[in-house]
């Protein structure tokens, strides 16, 4: 396929939701780790397939159902090739990041944790990938063990190794924290955690969309991701896992299209990754996910995150300058994301007054509320960049924080 061109302005012009004014001014988007916009291809795809090809997959002998079943599967290819799974069967589709934990926090759950094991999470994870293992190990009468960190946003990995050797069943971390921009290492985390034969997970809602995914080469057993944080559709993601995990783990939901053969007294489960995915799926989505991986994949990766690391790195030089910015995560790899605070100002009346100035961007506890609480602050104000972002519009939104910092102080 032929690389397009790093070009700004054409790849904004993908984006139209960008080119508005919010309350007269220039709209300045800077939410994408809450979630990304969609490019038209991703648009038009969704729209197409309800225009031309909707239609129940999986059951149907008919034309329009076997082209629905044989989009979705290609669909499920083209996820699994993008991540470099083994076969595309590894891939279940759900509808999202939270989804898919909860439904490893179940079947994974029902397959390892027995009374009184333990789980590890890190202390930077989003409360999609903390209270689904602590619900299920209330249940269990387990224990939830928490990497530490420093002060930094930096995971202690002396720690890790220390909570390792207390057995736990599941190790389930993020790759990138939502909150903190800190990239974790996973390969190296991964590695730790095989040496005491303990299976990883990997959230990676932050990540899919920023940097170059091989699950083979980072050898995690599951890896689950949201589409809609990567240019795709809301209500779609997945989950990768390893087919030796998939065939042991029990299903998750039942219902239709997970079944092989049912009777009043018994019921047999279809196969992997169909056993996963109960009743009717959202088709068009998937197809609207697909174009959103060929989209990311129609640039060259290194010279979108190259990019994108020089706009982390520009905003935070400036946002330096402002009397009394506290950055909140530090840590020396960052991807995607900036948290700061200023001195004497609620992130919360921050966030608002530059909304009124067109600048979208997130403040609060960001669903991560102990990462918030070990910091000793009611939240941070987040702006998180996408490849479409440019420094003229970090300037904006600079300039913007400077001036509601002085009506606030
Ligand atoms: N994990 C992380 C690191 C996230 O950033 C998010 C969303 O912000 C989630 C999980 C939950 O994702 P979703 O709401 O798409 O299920």
């Known amino acids: 396929m032929a690389l397009n061109r790093f070009n700004i302005n054409e790849i904004r012009k993908q984006f139209p939701v960008l080119d508005q004014h919010v309350y007269g001014k220039p709209l300045v988007y800077f939410d994408n780790a809450a979630t990304t916009q969609k490019p038209l291809c991703v648009i038009e795809r969704e729209r197409d397939y309800y225009l031309h090809e909707n239609c129940n997959i999986h059951r149907g002998v008919h034309y329009l159902s076997q082209m629905a079943t044989e989009a979705y599967e290609n669909a499920r290819k083209t996820v699994a090739q993008f991540v470099n799974a083994k076969q595309p069967q590894e891939i279940v589709f759900t509808r999202g990041t939270t989804e898919s934990l909860n439904l490893l926090a179940t079947s994974l759950g029902q397959l390892l944790v027995n009374q009184g094991d333990k789980v590890v999470v890190s202390a930077m994870e989003h409360h999609s990938n903390m209270v689904p293992w602590q619900q299920m190990l209330m249940r269990s009468k387990g224990e939830l063990l928490v990497i530490r960190m420093d002060k930094k946003g930096v995971l202690d990995l002396n720690h890790y190794e220390e909570l390792l050797k207390q057995r736990p069943k599941i190790v389930s971390i993020a790759h990138i924290s939502n909150t903190l921009g800190t990239v974790n290492p996973i390969k190296e985390m ?35 991701f949201s589409g809609h944080k990567m240019y795709a559709p809301m209500g779609i993601g997945g989950l990768y896992g390893k087919m030796e995990w998939l065939e042991k783990m029990p299903p998750y939901q039942f219902g239709g299209e997970m079944v092989d053969t049912v009777s009043f007294e018994k019921t047999t489960f279809n196969k992997v990754p169909f056993k996963f995915e109960a009743g009717t799926p959202n088709v068009g989505a998937a197809l609207g996910l697909e174009t959103a991986v060929k989209f990311i994949q129609s640039f060259d990766r290194q010279e979108v995150e190259a990019y994108e690391d020089e706009l982390l790195e520009y905003a935070t030089e400036q946002l330096a300058n402002i009397e009394g910015t506290r950055f909140i995560g530090q840590a020396p790899k960052r991807n995607g994301l900036i948290s700061f605070v200023i001195d004497g100002i609620h992130p919360y009346d921050l966030g608002t007054i530059i909304d009124k100035m067109g600048v979208a961007v997130r403040t609060g506890h960001h669903c991560a509320e102990p990462v918030m609480t070990f910091f000793g602050i009611p939240g941070t104000v987040r702006a998180s960049f996408a490849m479409y972002n440019t420094k003229e519009e970090i300037n904006i939104f600079v300039k913007a924080v400077e001036r509601a910092a002085n009506m606030l102080k």
């Open 190 to 224: 991964i590695a730790m955690a095989h040496k005491y034969d303990i299976p990883v997970i990997i959230d990676g809602a932050q990540s899919m969309a920023h940097q170059v995914i091989d699950v083979q080469d980072l050898d995690c057993d599951f890896y689950v």
